[in-house]
């Protein structure tokens, strides 16, 4: 539930409280679900760098209370905007743990609402992205791959598009994908000849879908962002997708080879142009 200018999320996880914590501070664990490289540390008083090399974008941290394994909170101070505060909770509820993440920090106009809603869809997908590494690849590193690029529609063109079986007929595949709700499966055999299997892990229309594929070990998350909350008709489209077992997944350089194409077929689509299958 959100207050005023923070957004607040809270998760159960079936994992004890010091493994949820070793996820939010080790470095390397941090890494396997959250930021793709990590500078510094997060321990009391210090201070890190997120890295996203594939999307070209990082955020300097500053520790301001490390209670370990209960409590976590993260200072950021990003060029140009207010200070923005993350704190992490962490409470044992038997063998698991429920996971409260508050983000705060966000302008008190139609601008900040639009990306508190951004936000609270962004931590919601994360923390489902989290629950399925700890459940099967906790300690695993990943090899990462993205493909970001403009595009001239607003967010209620790009929601159908990536979270609707109809929508990814229009730029993904030939036939439209029997996509129900998280937990459930799918098959798609993608423009690139790709044939991919999994279950949605979580949807936040019209914002992100996270997607876990057996044939990679990974995961593909297809995400619209409004670049500027108040012009309705720009957004950045993403597709992200790692592997957490990249040598034993064949499939793997052939789909991040394919991700650029899939960029563009999506963001032409999008922008208003026919979708291509080739």
């Not at 909770?89 to 008190?108: C, L, N, P, R, W």
């Not at 690029?149 to 993904?172: M, Q, S, V, Y």
């Not at 409004?226 to 957490?244: E, R, Y």
Request: charged content about 20%; aromatic content about 6%; proline content about 6%.
């Amino acid at each position: 539930m959100d207050h005023g200018d923070e957004v607040r999320l809270v998760t159960r996880l079936d994992h004890p409280p010091d493994r949820v914590w070793r996820a939010w501070t080790e470095p390397s664990w941090l890494c396997g679900w959250h930021a793709e490289d990590m500078q510094g540390e997060l321990h009391a008083h210090g201070q890190a760098t997120l890295k996203w090399p594939s999307l070209g974008a990082e955020l300097s941290l500053a520790v301001q209370s490390h209670a370990p394994p209960g409590r976590l909170v993260l200072r950021a101070g990003p060029s140009g905007r207010p200070p923005q505060v993350l704190t992490i909770e962490i409470a044992a509820a038997g063998s698991a743990s429920v996971m409260t993440v508050t983000h705060k920090g966000f302008t008190d106009d139609a601008a900040g609402r639009a990306e508190m809603a951004g936000t609270r869809a962004g931590w919601y997908v994360s923390s489902r992205v989290l629950e399925h590494y700890l459940d099967q690849f906790a300690g695993y590193d990943r090899a990462c791959a993205s493909a970001l690029g403009p595009a001239a529609c607003g967010l209620e063109t790009i929601g159908p598009l990536i979270t609707t079986g109809a929508g990814w007929a229009r730029w993904l595949c030939e036939d439209e994908v029997a996509l129900s709700g998280e937990g459930e499966r799918f098959v798609v055999h993608t423009h690139d000849d790709l044939i991919l299997s999994g279950h949605i892990l979580a949807v936040r229309s019209p914002y992100q879908l996270a997607l876990a594929i057996d044939e990679i070990s990974g995961v593909i998350v297809l995400r619209g962002i409004q670049i500027d909350p108040l012009v309705t008709g720009a957004c950045l489209l993403g597709i992200q997708a790692w592997s957490w077992q990249p040598d034993e997944a064949p499939l793997w350089p052939d789909l991040v080879d394919s991700l650029a194409g899939s960029l563009s077929r999506l963001t032409a689509t999008a922008s208003g142009g026919r979708s291509a299958s080739a």
